[in-house]
């Protein structure tokens, strides 16, 4: 070993020691974290790092076509990790390098190592042109960071090209006509040179990628690009199941409840934080963001971010952290208002390429702040009175909840001779219109010949908007009062009206033991058309008829084409697409509790929706939700447009098709 191979030899030990220690002092902070199983399904994670990451189909996506280049660059780079471990290697041992392999394998990789760096420079050029010349709004285009990383990766292709290209000058490489990017840099600006000048340049290159190298491996710990530590292992983590649901608390003395601090949300949550790639794709498809409001999901991931950083190493020795996670208006503290933004939609969640999990920790710091402080907006007391009182948002009498069952042959649940509860629902019992879904849904289950009853005045709310309010106790003793009356009555199927309902009763009543079969009413009657049992009279005029998601039964629940086939059926024609539909579609902004909250700040998310849905000039929109219908209702009233467009549920379409 040479003089130069001693000194890399010390400079490669001293980054890997900073290294490590700088990856110990960060990752030692997700252990602050609550404890959390995803030790589940290990073929299935396995495979989830090999799909996402690995094939990037995290990155690629047909809404964001310039993932395309981060995929090239991300395969550039796990290729070029072969080279750059060989050029580690080598500068201690100089023996030690490719060359000596087989001619073969080695023109190969020579001809790879060549081709793919210059692939990996052009991406370079192309990510800087983007920030510079066309940058989206979603990100934070222009940043220094962004701009240091692709200054370092640039370098080092650049020293590449420097080092073989000197060396191909020189005819010291052997692999030279395999080289064609190197081999074209050599002819073109290194065949008048010295020998001198050439061994020079190919130490000075040598140096400067050695630097460059070890620099960027120091310092990606303390930059966003942290992920490319973290995101393999949070895919790996992800939750398998595609249904996001808040964990349960258990209630007894001396437990806290909720996030107030961060070492209070689980480990995979602080992971979360650590493996964000700040890309807004988010932001970019939060209703509450593109309407303006205080909310930014991006912001709340990285804000828990420095407030971990900031908080973590005197968490770690025991003691009180400095910095407030919730209001105290700078970086690393999450206000109250933008807490009680989200409409809990789950676009942010469903968009995120690495499954970072961006609303259940709202409703984390929502149950902290609801059943430790209780602190939350004034509209909402009345709301979480009624609740406990009556089981229901308005407080109205129980009695009232039969009333709409009048014209109808309603009939009580009965264990054995009912085979179908038809849970109706707090909106469906109560609100004006939407008790006109309900019955359509009585007159088709009664065509069918389907056997249901009802709770008629003994049913309860689910608990939907408690649970995403924050106030889990509530919801808890709801909860186990509804499972405990099913298992009471015999009850093993339940058809819902409501998409929260359903999500409710079929995601999350398990985590107290419930066993029951759960169907939304788009999905049963679908099911009842494609099995015959029900029979249409022909085909129903309902004019252009534009389609919306219900966010719980489409994003929540991956329940898209069941609601379309029907209506395709009743009306002879598939519905029109919004262009945010399916996976992308725009919440209508009740969802989350929000519909007993006033929105203001900003433009108001369901007048957002409206005036989407009424580009198309439709003479009906379409829904399966009545929280939907509610807030279409209310947008077309604003856009004067009440009277000319009607709000139709898949339920209302069919039942006009009836014999």
């Not at 934070?140 to 370098?155: E, K, N, T, W």
């Not at 020079?200 to 530590?229: E, G, Q």
């Not at 088709?444 to 709310?461: F, N, R």
């Not at 049992?533 to 489409?554: A, E, I």
Request: aromatic letters at 12%; proline letters at 4%.
């Amino acid at each position: 070993m040479s003089i130069s191979n001693w000194i890399f030899l010390a400079v490669l030990a001293v980054a890997v020691i900073v290294f490590i220690w700088s990856c110990y002092n960060r990752f030692r902070l997700v252990g602050l974290g609550k404890p959390e199983n995803r030790s589940d399904s290990f073929g299935k994670r396995i495979w989830s790092v090999i799909i996402y990451p690995l094939l990037q189909r995290c990155a690629v996506s047909p809404f964001y076509r310039f993932g395309i280049n981060h995929a090239v660059l991300f395969w550039c780079f796990i290729i070029l990790l072969l080279a750059n471990g060989e050029f580690l290697i080598h500068g201690v041992l100089p023996g030690a390098t490719f060359s000596a392999l087989p001619r073969g394998l080695y023109f190969t990789l020579a001809c790879a190592f060549d081709i793919v760096s210059i692939l990996a420079l052009l991406s370079v050029i192309i990510a800087v042109a983007r920030r510079l010349f066309f940058p989206p709004k979603y990100i934070q285009a222009r940043s220094r960071d962004a701009f240091i990383i692709l200054s370092m990766v640039a370098a080092l292709m650049i020293a590449f090209f420097g080092v073989h290209s000197a060396e191909i000058a020189l005819a010291e490489e052997t692999a030279a006509k395999y080289m064609p990017v190197s081999n074209w840099v050599a002819g073109t600006f290194m065949s008048g040179a010295s020998s001198s000048i050439l061994r020079t340049l190919v130490s000075v290159f040598w140096w400067i990628h050695a630097v460059v190298l070890l620099s960027f491996l120091n310092y990606l710990p303390y930059s966003k690009h942290m992920h490319i530590l973290t995101s393999i292992p949070n895919v790996y983590w992800r939750n398998l199941t595609g249904k996001t649901v808040p964990g349960r608390e258990e209630f007894k003395k001396g437990n806290t409840y909720g996030v107030g601090q961060v070492d209070q949300f689980t480990w995979k949550s602080l992971l979360d934080s650590y493996s964000c790639t700040e890309c807004g794709r988010c932001s970019d498809s939060c209703p509450a963001t593109k309407t303006n409001k205080a909310l930014n999901p991006r912001l709340i991931i990285h804000d828990i971010k420095v407030n971990l950083l900031k908080n973590g190493p005197d968490l770690i020795k025991g003691g009180k952290a400095g910095l407030a996670l919730i209001g105290a208006k700078k970086e690393g503290s999450i206000e109250e208002e933008v807490i009680w933004d989200c409409t809990t939609c789950g676009a942010c969640v469903s968009i995120c390429p690495v499954f970072i999990e961006q609303f259940p920790r709202i409703i984390d710091m929502r149950r902290y702040l609801v059943q430790t402080q209780s602190k939350f907006p004034e509209e909402l007391l009345n709301f979480f009175e009624n609740m406990e009182q009556r089981s229901n948002p308005w407080g109205i009498a129980p009695s009232d909840r039969v009333k709409w069952a009048a014209e109808v042959n309603a009939k009580p649940f009965e264990a054995g001779k009912t085979e179908y509860l038809f849970y109706v629902g707090c909106f469906g019992s109560f609100d004006a219109r939407a008790k006109q879904v309900t019955v359509a849904i009585t007159k088709i289950l009664d065509a069918a010949g389907v056997t249901w009853g009802i709770l008629g005045k003994d049913e309860k709310c689910c608990g939907d908007s408690l649970r995403r309010l924050g106030n889990e106790y509530v919801f808890d003793v709801m909860a186990r009062e509804n499972i405990k009356q099913f298992q009471d009555k015999g009850i093993t199927k339940v058809i819902t009206e409501c998409p929260h309902c359903y999500s409710v009763l079929k995601n999350e009543y398990p985590q107290y033991g419930a066993k029951f079969e759960v169907v939304h009413h788009t999905e049963f009657i679908n099911q009842l058309l494609k099995e015959g049992k029900l029979k249409l009279n022909g085909t129903v005029d309902v004019g252009k008829l534009v389609f919306h998601d219900s966010c719980y039964l489409g994003r929540h629940n991956d329940i898209y084409e069941a609601p379309r086939e029907a209506v395709t059926v009743a009306t002879g024609r598939a519905p029109t697409e919004m262009a945010r539909n399916r996976e992308r579609g725009f919440c209508c902004g009740a969802g989350g509790g929000r519909m007993w909250l006033e929105e203001s700040t900003g433009k108001k998310i369901y007048i957002e929706r409206t005036e989407e849905a009424l580009q198309y000039n439709p003479e009906s929109i379409c829904v399966s939700c009545p929280y939907c219908m509610t807030m279409f209702e209310d947008g077309l009233k604003d856009k004067g447009a009440d009277g000319k467009v009607k709000v139709l549920d898949v339920a209302e379409i069919v039942a006009k098709a009836l014999k």
